[in-house]
């Protein structure tokens, strides 16, 4: 078995035909100070070594207090679940997020956290969901005869671009007169040049530290919050029935009927944009790029997906019986969670995982790391899916995998993001060959979310 601080020469395991995809390469150990520190710089994933791997908590001096990196499941559910109060997203997110959504779910914190979430998590009940499943197929219709036309393909850009036009039909419905084009445009704009992690952000500057961002940055900014005001404004004027949009501005608490704030809708439709496109898009290019390098893989979901749906796209009542299909997302998420590390800023003394907590420490929750420990997962490097099928309780509350976070503040968009990965792999695999060069071994680059460095070339060959 591999372990976690060797690199792997041979990706192909000739005795159990298991493949080893690319990881991030680990600290040693016996790297200096300012070696370890412009790693986790320049690629925070590749940030830890020995010790994050083989402890619960690390703790290290942090300008005056203490930063603590935890990569145990108890220690996640008491930070994220259990003393959750005692807890709030850092100044990192506000600093990196705030500008495009500082009044949305994302962002907020407390009774205003409070009332946003039970305003908006009727939106992504399972009704709901069954509503939203045809759009994702139309969506898919077209998405694949653009790739009949174009074979040739970035994975991730590719991705992006179907779930994208998944997210927009789901929360504009049929926009007419707005520019769906121009919109991605500045949604892909501020997602790539402004809501991308640099060194600088993990200073720990207050949140009311204004961030510099490039003009381009900027400019993607102003266009995505007057394309949000626009739509918003055209919604109340003429309603359209079971958009997530209508849903917005109808949404209420409900125990005190309240609904959200012009800025606050704005704001959350904007953090939907933003929190729920590139995610999938990375789980759908990763567990891509690792199906087209293990062909059995490919094979059996493709007979999974016959045996149900021939042709045309899986429906709502069927996703339950692709149990394979997602057990390879599961096992995706697991290598390559897309948001790989969470961040929590301490309010109240405490002990976390028998270490005493002072008010004013700073939390990274690495799943990344969790997902990867020798001590918590059997062969850990190893691409399994079936591990998610041989102990169901891998998913189960507080198991050491955490891809959509946990506790109150849970992805409220998990569902959504489920099945229109499940729909679209189905589809995907069942169709086309996925044809990727053989040298292709990405190294996981984390951005804020876990991107393929460097892009995964690929060919979508129609079977
Ligand atoms: C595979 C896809 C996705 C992954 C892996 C993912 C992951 C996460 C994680 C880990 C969190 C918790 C962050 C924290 O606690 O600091 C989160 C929160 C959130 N996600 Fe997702 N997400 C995905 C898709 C989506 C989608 C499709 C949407 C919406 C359409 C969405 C909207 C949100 C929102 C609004 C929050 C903030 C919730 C709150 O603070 O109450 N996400 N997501």
């Known amino acids: 078995m591999s372990t976690q601080t060797e690199p792997l020469d041979n990706p192909a395991d000739g005795k159990t035909g298991l493949f080893y995809p690319p990881h991030a390469q680990p600290l040693r150990g016996d790297e200096g100070f300012i070696h370890a520190t412009w790693k986790f710089l320049r690629n925070p994933v590749e940030g830890f070594g020995p010790l994050a791997y083989n402890q619960p908590i690390v703790s290290v001096p942090n300008f005056g207090k203490k930063l603590h990196v935890i990569t145990d499941p108890e220690g996640m559910m008491q930070v994220l679940q259990h003393e959750a109060t005692k807890f709030t997203k850092t100044a990192i997110d506000a600093r990196i997020l705030g500008p495009a959504t500082k009044e949305g779910l994302l962002s907020v914190h407390g009774e205003q956290w409070k009332r946003q979430r039970k305003a908006v998590a009727p939106m992504f009940r399972k009704r709901h969901m069954e509503d939203l499943a045809p759009i994702i197929s139309t969506t898919l219709d077209a998405f694949c005869e653009g790739l009949d036309a174009e074979p040739d393909v970035e994975l991730n850009a590719a991705m992006a671009e179907l779930t994208f036009d998944v997210l927009a039909k789901a929360l504009l419905g049929d926009p007419q007169g707005i520019d769906g084009e121009r919109l991605k445009y500045a949604t892909r704009n501020m997602v790539t040049s402004a809501g991308t992690l640099r060194p600088d952000d993990l200073i720990p500057f207050p949140a009311w530290v204004p961030r510099p961002i490039s003009p381009k ?53 904007i953090g939907f944009f933003i929190a729920g496109h590139e995610t999938t898009a990375l789980t759908l290019t990763w567990a891509l790029y690792l199906i087209g390098m293990h062909r059995p893989t490919a094979e059996r979901i493709r007979a999974e997906v016959m045996a149900i749906c021939p042709e045309g796209n899986v429906s ?15 096992e995706t998420m697991r290598l390559y969670p897309p948001a790989p590390m969470l961040n929590r800023l301490c309010h109240e003394d405490t002990v976390v995982s028998g270490r005493e907590i002072k008010a004013g420490d700073t939390f990274l929750l690495c799943n990344y790391v969790m997902h990867r420990t020798e001590r918590l997962w059997d062969n850990p490097l190893a691409f399994d899916p079936d591990r998610f099928i041989r102990d169901p309780k891998l998913k189960a509350k507080g198991a050491p995998y955490m891809p959509f976070g946990a506790g109150p503040r849970i992805c409220v968009g998990a569902a959504f993001a489920t099945m229109e990965a499940l729909m679209s792999l189905a589809r995907l695999v069942r169709d086309y060959d996925v044809k990727i060069p053989e040298e292709c071994y990405p190294k996981p680059l984390m951005t804020v979310t876990l991107r393929p460095q460097g892009g995964v070339p690929a060919r979508m060959v129609r079977r």
């Open 316 to 330: 709502y009542d069927q996703m339950a019986e692709l149990k394979f299909t997602q057990a390879v997302i599961d």
């Open 217 to 269: 940055g900027s400019r993607a900014l102003k266009k995505l919050k007057k394309a949000a005001d626009v739509l918003i404004a055209q919604r109340k004027k003429s309603p359209v029935e079971n958009d997530l949009v209508s849903l917005l501005i109808a949404a209420r608490d409900p125990k005190t009927g309240e609904g959200l704030s012009a800025r606050e809708q704005r704001d959350n439709l």
